[in-house]
Each structure stands twice: as C-alpha cells, then as structure tokens.
C-alpha cells in the first residue's frame, strides 16, 4: 500500500457535483474548491482535520453546545478544513448495561457535519476519559464494566506497587469472557458493528475513517505514565504495567516456553518508580543496566509483543465489521520522546515500544498495521528538540523521523497530530515539515496522508490564531509541489480572514458559554 493515501478522503468530481446540486446553499471554502473534497492528484496537499471539543456529545446523548458546535462547523469549512475527528465514547453509548447502544448525540453531529460539508474521523474511544494530558472531562468505562473490574481487580493493568489503572482494560484477560459472558475484544466488535449497522449510510462518504482505540488516550500503548493523582509527572520514566494475575500467567508460561522458568513469576523489580530518570533505575542503566541482559531483551520481548498481539486482534475484528464499508481504519501510537537519547529509552520500554539504541521498536507496528491495511497514526509532530527539556534529552524531532522512515519501510500511510495546542507560526512550520517528509533518509517521494490538528476550543477562533490556522491549512493543501510562494498564501488568507470574521467571532462567542 502506498504511503499516499488521497483516495480516502477525496470523491470524484461527478459525486462532487451531484451533492452541490444536492446542497446548493454549501459553504465555498478558502480554496474556492467545490462543496466536498478537495483534487488530491493536482494538487497533492495534506488535508487538514480538527478533532472536536472531548465533551461534545453529552451523558444524556446529546449534542453539547449546538449553536456553538453549528458556528464552528461552518467555520472551519469555510477554512478549507477536510473534516473533523470525533471520539466515540464506550462509556457513553453503552454506559448502561452490556449490548445496549444509545447512538442519540452521535447521529445528531454526524449530521451537523455532514450538512456542513465535512468528513468524519471517528474514534472508537474504549478508553476512559480523564487523567491524560488536556482531558478536560471525566467520561469512566460502561457501568457494567466498572462492576465487573469491582468483583475482579485484575481486570486493570496493575504495576508492581499494586496500584491499578482503570483507564482501559488490560490486554492480558483479552481473550478471556471476563464481561458478562464476552471478552474484551468482543465487546469492542460488537460495539463497532452497532456502530457500522447504525451509520451505514454516512460510511465511506461522510464517515471516511474509523480510528480504533487500543489503550489509555486511544493509544495502542501500556497505560505506564497516569498523570491522575500526580502518580506521574513529565518527564519520569513510568512503570511496566504486567502485574496483573492475567499478565503473569502469560509471562510464566513464556518463561516456562523459554527454558527459564525462574524469569517467570514477576516483572522486573529494579526499573525504579514513575518519576526516576533512567540513571536512576537499574534495570535502565546505559551500562550494564537490565535492559541489555539476556533476562531484559526476553522480557521486553514478551512485553511488546502482548501489545502488538493486542493490536493484531483489535485490528483482526476491525477489518471484518468494516469490510466493503469503504473507510479507513486507523491506529494512533503515543509520541514519547522524553529519555528519547538515553541508550535505553527507558519511557518507551515501560509504555510498550521495545525501542532502544540498537533495536527499532516502530517498524514491528508499523509492519502489523501494513498487514492489516491500516494507517499508522503518530502524535508530536508539532515539537522541535530545542524547545524541550535537554537535561531530559527528549527528541520529538529525531523520534518522528524515526517513525516516517519506519512506515516509509514498512510501506504504511502515515497521519499525524500535534501532542499540545499550538497556535503559532512555528509549531505550523514544523508540522508542514513534518507532513512532507522533509528528512535526512526520506526518498522525498512521500508525504503524510492526512493531519489531525488539536483541537477545536475558543482559542482557535481568537483573531490571531484563526490567521495563523487558515495560512497554516492553505499551506498544507498547496502540498510539497507548490507553485505559490507562502507570501502569496499568507495574503490569500489575510483577505479571507477578513470576510469570515464574523462567522468566527460567533463561534468564538458560543464556544465560551
């Protein structure tokens, strides 16, 4: 599959004209391209998608904030956006008891943004919202979940201290009938097909991507930096999170498959707490450390597989309910890009990626997501090394190049987001880098398939942001073969500013309330 992907967001000019003629009252955007979709061939840009407010469906299943939601709909349309990304809460739509969906708040915007001209990006979020960075709502797993993970406490991930983490199931009971007679992953295949059955007539044509949650924030990773409670600030190492009875049972059996039965009965030990620093822990010293024994590279081997068995079965289940839907499928991996120029990675090795000095830990994800035809989706691409911690050696840069060179190998279409709003021109700058695969390595052929950007919030809508994102979104359409200098752009979005001010300002407005 190449790395290219426009034909998922992009309809063909008769589809275009039949819904103008549909719609004639839809809106014309900044590129004064026609009411859905954009020529991706000619003009080889990375369509922009901006992900909705976490809260904007609300307990009751409805739309939170409508005029301010319709107002910023239109605006961002207007904008020359591609769409929108939207989480699909688990808790919200099944909150109440197992196999019963109230879709209500969800059909409402699927609607709003259909009206408006905009695509969908849908996240099947199976995690619970509250206790990550920027989560500014408490959405917790389905009630009956929360029962269940009551009568049977290792059906969350447990570090070695005991403490358990509620954000999302463990992996390590996936295939195992722990929710009233389903396991896991049969309750995420069931959700997503109610989710097919009741969207089918917006899929592939509104609904053009379905982003599957895997993890703590969405993310196929091991929840190993909770910030709830202040059990972990940046930029710590974090903790494995193996201990679990679900988890040990399968690492004694690999111990015991190993020939090293003596491996098998905890994880290591001496990998220090939350908030040490590499140097700190023994198990992550750069000489000698636990890490790069015999014992660390068979441990972390069976800890990052399990993730990415978890991965291929999620993945496995989400081919078949949406085959011939005509959507993509998408999995987002966390950027974790502190420790990044330790020998041991030590953030990375506690979350699930097996990356260290001498091995690459994102092609093994990015080559199970090519078998499965899945878009690799990656997070801070905003990020610039010197504007981080040096003391903390964190490296965005160098960790998304990383991973570009990685899906480029793997032949995987790559996605983006920023980790952290940003409004300025540099942050912009760095992104449009980034989405054109402007690295030492690249063929230079490549480019990302589409970037969502956070998040839609009044700060947007403010004056100098809203200039700044309007070039910003021009520029990522022009795409790499662009004639125009960014002047001329920066004019051509000045001029449009000016006529949508109002329109954003009522946004703006609606938004505060």
Same mark, same amino acid.
């Given at each position: 599959?190449?790395?290219?992907?426009?034909?998922?967001?992009?309809?063909?000019?008769?589809?275009?004209?039949?819904?103008?003629?549909?719609?004639?009252?839809?809106?014309?955007?900044?590129?004064?391209?026609e009411s859905t979709g954009h020529k991706a061939s000619g003009a080889g840009g990375v369509p922009v998608f901006v992900m909705m407010p976490l809260d904007s469906v609300t307990m009751n299943n409805s739309v939170n904030r409508k005029k301010a939601m319709n107002a910023s709909l239109q605006a961002l349309k207007s904008a020359g956006v591609e769409g929108i990304m939207m989480d699909v809460w688990w808790g919200l739509v099944e909150r109440e008891s197992p196999g019963s969906y109230n879709w209500g708040g969800y059909n409402e915007l699927i609607e709003m943004a259909k009206k408006h001209g905009l695509k969908v990006q849908a996240?099947?979020?199976?995690?619970?919202?509250?206790?990550?960075?920027?989560?500014?709502?408490?959405?917790?797993?389905?009630?009956?979940?929360?029962?269940?993970?009551?009568?049977?406490?290792?059906?969350?991930?447990?570090?070695?201290?005991?403490?358990?983490?509620?954000?999302?199931?463990?992996?390590?009971?996936?295939?195992?009938?722990?929710?009233?007679?389903?396991?896991?992953?049969?309750?995420?295949?069931?959700?997503?097909?109610?989710?097919?059955?009741?969207?089918?007539?917006?899929?592939?044509?509104?609904?053009?991507?379905?982003?599957?949650?895997?993890?703590?924030?969405?993310?196929?990773?091991?929840?190993?930096?909770?910030?709830?409670?202040?059990?972990?600030?940046?930029?710590?190492?974090?903790?494995?999170?193996?201990?679990?009875?679900?988890?040990?049972?399968?690492?004694?059996?690999?111990?015991?498959?190993?020939?090293?039965?003596?491996?098998?009965?905890?994880?290591?030990?001496?990998?220090?707490?939350?908030?040490?620093?590499?140097?700190?822990?023994?198990?992550?010293?750069?000489?000698?450390?636990?890490?790069?024994?015999?014992?660390?590279?068979?441990?972390?081997?069976?800890?990052?597989?399990?993730?990415?068995?978890?991965?291929?079965?999620?993945?496995?289940?989400?081919?078949?309910?949406?085959?011939? !839907?005509?959507?993509?499928?998408?999995?987002?991996?966390?950027?974790?890009?502190?420790?990044?120029?330790?020998?041991?990675?030590?953030?990375?090795?506690?979350?699930?990626?097996?990356? !260290?000095?001498?091995?690459?830990?994102?092609?093994?994800?990015?080559?199970?997501?090519?078998?499965?035809?899945?878009?690799?989706?990656?997070?801070?691409?905003?990020?610039?090394?010197?504007?981080?911690?040096?003391?903390?050696?964190?490296?965005?840069?160098?960790?998304?190049?990383?991973?570009?060179?990685?899906?480029?190998?793997?032949?995987?279409?790559?996605?983006?987001?920023?980790?952290?709003?940003?409004?300025?021109?540099?942050?912009?700058?760095?992104?449009?880098?980034?989405?054109?695969?402007?690295?030492?390595?690249?063929?230079?052929?490549?480019?990302?398939?589409?970037?969502?950007?956070?998040?839609?919030?009044?700060?947007?809508?403010?004056?100098?942001?809203?200039?700044?994102?309007?070039?910003?979104v021009k520029k990522m359409k022009e795409g790499k073969k662009a004639h125009k200098c960014w002047e001329q752009v920066e004019r051509e979005a000045e001029h449009f500013v000016h006529v949508t001010q109002p329109l954003v300002q009522e946004a703006a407005v609606a938004l505060m309330h």
């Amino acid at each position: 599959m190449g790395l290219n992907c426009p034909e998922i967001y992009f309809q063909n000019k008769k589809e275009k004209k039949k819904e103008l003629k549909a719609n004639p009252n839809a809106t014309q955007s900044i590129s004064g391209a026609e009411s859905t979709g954009h020529k991706a061939s000619g003009a080889g840009g990375v369509p922009v998608f901006v992900m909705m407010p976490l809260d904007s469906v609300t307990m009751n299943n409805s739309v939170n904030r409508k005029k301010a939601m319709n107002a910023s709909l239109q605006a961002l349309k207007s904008a020359g956006v591609e769409g929108i990304m939207m989480d699909v809460w688990w808790g919200l739509v099944e909150r109440e008891s197992p196999g019963s969906y109230n879709w209500g708040g969800y059909n409402e915007l699927i609607e709003m943004a259909k009206k408006h001209g905009l695509k969908v990006q849908a996240v099947m979020s199976f995690h619970q919202c509250g206790g990550n960075v920027g989560d500014s709502c408490t959405i917790p797993l389905p009630k009956w979940v929360g029962e269940e993970i009551d009568k049977d406490n290792d059906l969350a991930y447990t570090d070695q201290w005991g403490r358990r983490n509620y954000e999302y199931i463990s992996l390590g009971c996936d295939s195992i009938p722990v929710l009233k007679g389903r396991t896991p992953i049969q309750c995420y295949a069931d959700f997503m097909r109610s989710f097919r059955d009741n969207f089918k007539d917006h899929l592939g044509d509104t609904i053009v991507e379905i982003q599957v949650g895997m993890g703590p924030a969405g993310e196929l990773r091991y929840p190993s930096y909770p910030e709830q409670n202040g059990t972990w600030r940046f930029p710590g190492i974090g903790a494995f999170q193996c201990f679990d009875k679900y988890m040990l049972s399968s690492l004694k059996a690999a111990a015991e498959a190993a020939g090293k039965p003596e491996w098998g009965s905890t994880g290591p030990t001496d990998a220090g707490h939350y908030n040490n620093w590499p140097e700190d822990a023994t198990f992550f010293k750069k000489d000698g450390g636990g890490w790069s024994t015999e014992y660390g590279e068979f441990f972390l081997t069976w800890y990052s597989q399990l993730l990415l068995n978890h991965g291929e079965s999620i993945l496995s289940s989400t081919k078949s309910v949406f085959e011939n !839907t005509g959507v993509k499928i998408s999995v987002k991996v966390a950027g974790i890009h502190w420790h990044y120029g330790t020998r041991s990675h030590a953030p990375e090795l506690t979350a699930g990626y097996y990356n !260290t000095r001498n091995r690459d830990g994102y092609l093994p994800i990015a080559q199970m997501l090519a078998r499965h035809g899945a878009i690799f989706n990656f997070t801070c691409i905003e990020m610039r090394d010197h504007e981080q911690p040096q003391d903390a050696q964190c490296l965005p840069e160098k960790l998304v190049r990383q991973v570009a060179l990685a899906t480029q190998k793997a032949q995987v279409p790559l996605a983006g987001e920023n980790a952290l709003p940003r409004y300025d021109e540099t942050a912009h700058d760095q992104i449009l880098q980034a989405a054109a695969f402007n690295f030492e390595g690249s063929s230079g052929e490549n480019q990302m398939c589409a970037f969502t950007y956070l998040r839609m919030n009044p700060h947007l809508f403010q004056a100098d942001n809203w200039r700044h994102f309007v070039a910003f979104v021009k520029k990522m359409k022009e795409g790499k073969k662009a004639h125009k200098c960014w002047e001329q752009v920066e004019r051509e979005a000045e001029h449009f500013v000016h006529v949508t001010q109002p329109l954003v300002q009522e946004a703006a407005v609606a938004l505060m309330h």
